[in-house]
């Protein structure tokens, strides 16, 4: 989840492929999983994982598995809940390869969280990603809960959120997850601003209690955005920091051992950026992965371009990474998706700019910007060369084989999360037999 939480459609549920129990990392049953051979993966905060996770995967290429699908969840509360989507996600794939192909699955289990749609921030879940956060979490909810009209209340919140952060009040990242992370302005700009720019974007009106109690007790609501967007900021850099040192060595020790397995990369929302930054963690040369398939994909639009459109001295954060995959690099975006396409911009803007007035802020955002756009809602941008295809031209018509490619997956995906449909399944296989 990201940005303005948006309860997504019900998606229909493809029928179950082959029932089985797999396992987990830590040896309890998974029950009611869709597909065999299932196997989880598992990172820490600090990327790694428990040992023999590698060799597990090389031991399914040994028993005839061909073709292994991995996935990464975006935010996620529970290993639990990370098991049931990928459950649901994989169902239909049993009957999508062609002959001849084995495929095996692997779910990826990171810490991450659920921001949920309620008042408050639900202050377990915080705490369960952030335990050594538990003090600044309880105060930041109390502070939320209360909602004091005065000044000093949110001049303590800043604080709070940058402590959250691990980030000083100069703009530099501490060594936590963000190190190396650019610092989002809204932490260093005046909270009362930033809490009232956050409140004119979710367009909340003013109640007449709030009126009463003056016009900064309504900034609280806008308030709950920045600690959303605080939070967001931490597992960011935490889902790429997985990807770069956590998954990425451990395809390479995968690839060293069964160079003839295919691996295919899926992630939705910030597991398309673990998946992505997965990519900067293989050496040059070891080319594990046949197709990577980003499904709403909370990075920027430019991350694999060779120069920014607005400073082309600069580069994207993943440049040339495609050449790193043997076949497509494919990226579904929807209009819909009203995460990536509000508070994504707004969040990513503010992470770079932090002189401009709340007002202009939100002019920019009027206007789309395209500096701040993300993958997931407008597809891959300034990758001179990128093909831009329907959901029903890839049905229909297959994938490069090669490259990055936008896939405009708006007739299914009416919402950030809503990414459980067959027909992305099906485009996930049709971008592994691209890789092949």
């Given at each position: 989840m990201?940005?303005?939480?948006?309860?997504?459609?019900?998606?229909?549920?493809?029928?179950?492929?082959?029932?089985?129990?797999?396992?987990?990392?830590?040896?309890?049953?998974?029950?009611?999983?869709?597909?065999?051979?299932?196997?989880?993966?598992?990172?820490?905060?600090?990327?790694?994982?428990?040992?023999?996770?590698?060799?597990?995967l090389?031991?399914?290429?040994?028993?005839?598995?061909?073709?292994?699908?991995?996935f990464?969840?975006?935010?996620?509360?529970?290993?639990?809940?990370?098991?049931?989507?990928?459950?649901?996600?994989?169902?239909?794939?049993?009957?999508?390869?062609?002959?001849?192909?084995?495929?095996?699955?692997?779910?990826?289990?990171?810490?991450?969280?659920?921001?949920?749609?309620?008042?408050?921030?639900?202050?377990?879940?915080?705490?369960?990603?952030?335990?050594e956060?538990?003090?600044?979490?309880?105060?930041?909810?109390e502070?939320?809960?209360?909602?004091?009209?005065?000044?000093?209340?949110?001049?303590?919140?800043?604080?709070?959120?940058?402590?959250?952060?691990?980030?000083?009040?100069?703009?530099?990242?501490?060594?936590?997850?963000?190190?190396?992370?650019?610092?989002?302005?809204?932490?260093?700009?005046?909270?009362?601003?930033?809490?009232?720019?956050?409140?004119?974007?979710?367009?909340?009106?003013?109640t007449?209690?709030?009126?009463?109690?003056?016009?900064?007790?309504?900034y609280?609501?806008?308030?709950?955005?920045?600690?959303?967007?605080?939070?967001?900021?931490?597992?960011?850099?935490?889902?790429?920091?997985?990807?770069?040192?956590?998954?990425?060595?451990?395809?390479?020790?995968?690839a060293?051992?069964?160079?003839?397995?295919?691996?295919?990369?899926?992630g939705?929302?910030?597991?398309?950026?673990?998946?992505?930054?997965?990519?900067?963690?293989?050496?040059?040369?070891?080319?594990?992965?046949?197709?990577?398939?980003?499904?709403?994909?909370?990075?920027?639009?430019?991350?694999?371009?060779?120069?920014?459109?607005?400073?082309?001295?600069?580069?994207?954060?993943?440049?040339?990474?495609?050449?790193?995959?043997?076949?497509?690099?494919?990226?579904?975006?929807?209009?819909?998706?009203?995460?990536?396409?509000?508070?994504?911009?707004?969040?990513?803007?503010?992470?770079?700019?932090?002189?401009?007035?709340?007002?202009?802020?939100?002019?920019?955002?009027?206007?789309?910007?395209?500096?701040?756009?993300?993958?997931?809602?407008?597809?891959?941008?300034?990758?001179?060369?990128?093909?831009?295809?329907?959901?029903?031209?890839?049905?229909?018509?297959?994938?490069?084989?090669?490259?990055?490619?936008?896939?405009?997956?708006?007739?299914?995906?009416?919402?950030?999360?809503?990414?459980?449909?067959?027909?992305?399944?099906?485009?996930?296989?049709?971008?592994?037999?691209?890789?092949?």
């Amino acid at each position: 989840m990201l940005g303005v939480s948006r309860r997504p459609r019900t998606a229909e549920r493809a029928p179950t492929g082959v029932a089985a129990a797999s396992t987990r990392r830590d040896g309890r049953a998974v029950t009611g999983m869709s597909v065999e051979p299932y196997r989880e993966l598992t990172f820490d905060q600090d990327c790694d994982g428990p040992p023999g996770q590698a060799a597990e995967l090389v031991a399914l290429a040994r028993r005839g598995v061909t073709d292994l699908v991995v996935f990464a969840h975006g935010w996620n509360n529970t290993p639990s809940g990370a098991t049931r989507l990928y459950s649901d996600f994989f169902a239909p794939f049993p009957g999508l390869f062609p002959a001849g192909v084995e495929a095996g699955y692997a779910g990826v289990v990171w810490p991450s969280m659920m921001f949920t749609d309620e008042p408050l921030p639900d202050y377990r879940a915080l705490v369960t990603v952030l335990p050594e956060k538990e003090r600044v979490v309880a105060r930041l909810t109390e502070l939320l809960g209360l909602a004091p009209a005065r000044e000093e209340a949110f001049a303590e919140f800043g604080a709070l959120l940058r402590d959250l952060a691990d980030v000083d009040r100069e703009g530099v990242a501490a060594g936590g997850p963000g190190a190396g992370e650019p610092v989002p302005a809204f932490l260093l700009a005046d909270p009362v601003g930033v809490c009232a720019l956050f409140t004119e974007a979710l367009g909340e009106p003013e109640t007449g209690e709030e009126a009463l109690g003056g016009g900064l007790r309504r900034y609280w609501k806008g308030a709950r955005e920045a600690l959303r967007q605080a939070t967001y900021y931490v597992m960011k850099a935490r889902a790429g920091r997985v990807g770069e040192y956590g998954l990425g060595p451990l395809l390479v020790e995968v690839a060293r051992a069964a160079p003839g397995l295919r691996v295919h990369l899926a992630g939705h929302s910030m597991g398309a950026r673990l998946v992505a930054y997965a990519l900067r963690g293989l050496p040059p040369g070891v080319r594990p992965v046949s197709s990577v398939t980003l499904l709403q994909g909370a990075f920027s639009h430019y991350a694999f371009a060779a120069r920014l459109p607005h400073d082309p001295g600069r580069s994207g954060s993943l440049r040339d990474m495609q050449l790193r995959v043997r076949g497509p690099v494919v990226a579904c975006h929807s209009r819909h998706d009203a995460a990536l396409g509000v508070m994504y911009p707004l969040a990513s803007r503010l992470a770079n700019d932090s002189e401009s007035a709340a007002a202009d802020a939100l002019g920019r955002l009027a206007a789309r910007d395209p500096r701040w756009g993300a993958i997931g809602y407008d597809g891959v941008q300034a990758v001179p060369g990128t093909p831009a295809r329907t959901l029903a031209e890839v049905l229909r018509e297959g994938l490069p084989g090669s490259g990055c490619v936008s896939v405009d997956a708006a007739g299914v995906v009416r919402a950030h999360s809503d990414v459980v449909h067959a027909e992305l399944a099906r485009v996930v296989v049709s971008a592994a037999a691209a890789g092949r």
